[in-house]
């Protein structure tokens, strides 16, 4: 983990190796052929300050909210927090987190900034409940996901059986997924963002957008961010990569990158990346198993470590394009041709 020439794929190569059989399962699992998964990987001073809902943040990367990180390590997303505490980067925290969420807190630095995704409960009350609770732990937002109202079929977790809790799942699917979405709600409306921001002031940021149409709706009702992300390929296989979306939301209707804030994810590894998210118009781009790899391996340390490769292939990428700081990245940087934007 030490070694100066690492790459963010290290992680993985490593985790692959020692993770336990279930741990490697569920965090590598995607939907079905696995399609979606990957399609989006194939993409002086360099000031790489942004906000996130106006909050600073050091880089314009962001910790994805990804659910169970103590199937890797027994300190769970509390690893995570420290890392990115000192990097001065948000991080998502999943309702599916393997800590508490006042564990979680607690583990935060002063002026650390945390957000919560949030899947709704088909008990209205719950999700009061929790939303009070993270408001008065001072949770900066919410991520709501509106991609998952059942789990997808994640073929390597199904077949990763759990002998000890199989009969006991609600869908009788086998693997970890099998045991995470009984309570959601999957009877989602756009009306129901109305209900959120009747109970809370947090800022809401719509997660798992994959149309220029839901983006628009998104901020019709209310959304001060809107997440484009396909679950990293977890979810509906075939769903379009989240940049792709970014694309074609540059083209027809650049208008909506004043009205909103912007963040992707999905299979970015490299600094380049995210510099071309950004120049597409993305505030910042998130990181989901690259972080629980990394924490999965090294713990601590390896959070510390990948926030570090990103932070310097970032730096990197935009002094060979020429731009000082974020705000210096371009559209104009960024084309596309048959095989995705170069
Ligand atoms: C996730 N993701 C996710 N998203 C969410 O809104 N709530 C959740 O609980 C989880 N849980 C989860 C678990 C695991 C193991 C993974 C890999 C992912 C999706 C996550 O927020 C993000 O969209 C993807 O991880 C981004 O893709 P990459 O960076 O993992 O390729």
Redesign the pocket.
Known sequence: CDSPRLLLDFFQKVAERVLSRTAWA??SSSAEDEASHGLDTGFVHAYMTTSFMGIKTALPIFV?????AGLGHPEGEVNITRGAGKAGIIQ?I???ASRTIEDISAARLENQALFF?LYINKDRKESERIIRQIDELGYKGI?L?VD?PVLGKRERDIRNRLPTTDEETPTGRTGVSAQLDSFFDINLQWSDLQWLKSITDLPLIV?GVQTVEDAELAIEHGAKGVYL?C??G?QLDYAPAAIDVLWELRQRRPDLFDKAEFYV????RRGTDVVKALALGARAV?????F?YANGTYGERGVTKAIEILEEEIALAMRLVGARSVSELRPEMVERNDYGLV
């Open positions: 569920y965090y994805s909210p990804a659910a169970l998502g999943s309702s599916n995704q991520m996901t998952a997660k992300s679950h990293g977890r994810d999905g299979g970015a998130g990181l989901g198993r690259p629980l």
